[in-house]
């Protein structure tokens, strides 16, 4: 498995509202190019939301110690969730994406109109899939996970 560090936004926008009342935040230029392609998809009849975004260090802690109270091994947690420092998420450039109506971080978001949406456009606006199957990084597939690269 491949770990990489990524380095903490420094500096971050309010994007969109969950509908639980969270905020979700991206960089400033990451913020512009998901909104030039949530725009662009919703022209072509495509929804697209976020279900997590910018997310520190310490909400990582978080997370893995939730999944190890819960009793799952941290081999297992590994698999899904990053350590901290080891997220895309903490650069405030990824995004999980879904559809409403449709499924929410699992395998089978790859089966929807949003995620053929996204593999034949989004990267016209500098996003990326991070973790395709087989990835190098040892994480399973994440058909909504995706990544702006800073051109």
């Not at 903490?8 to 969950?18: K, T």
């Not at 662009?40 to 939301?49: P, T």
């Not at 989004?122 to 800073?150: I, K, M």
Request: aromatic letters at 12%; hydrophobic letters at 50%.
């Amino acid at each position: 498995k491949v770990l990489c560090v990524f380095d903490e936004a420094s500096e971050l926008v309010d994007v969109e509202i969950a509908f639980d009342g969270r905020v979700w935040q991206l960089t400033p230029q990451a913020a512009k190019a998901w909104r030039s392609m949530q725009a662009a998809a919703l022209a072509a009849g495509i929804e697209l939301k976020i279900a997590s975004a910018y997310r520190a260090s310490s909400r990582q802690v978080e997370l893995i110690k939730k999944k190890l109270a819960a009793g799952i091994a941290i081999a297992d947690i590994l698999q899904v969730l990053a350590p901290p420092g080891c997220s895309e998420h903490h650069t405030g450039r990824a995004v999980d994406i879904f559809s409403p109506g449709g499924p929410v971080v699992t395998e089978a978001f790859e089966t929807t109109a949003a995620f053929a949406w996204l593999n034949a456009h989004a990267a016209e606006f500098g996003f990326t899939l991070s973790f395709p199957r087989g990835n190098q990084y040892g994480y399973v597939y994440e058909p909504w996970h995706w990544c702006f690269s800073a051109a």
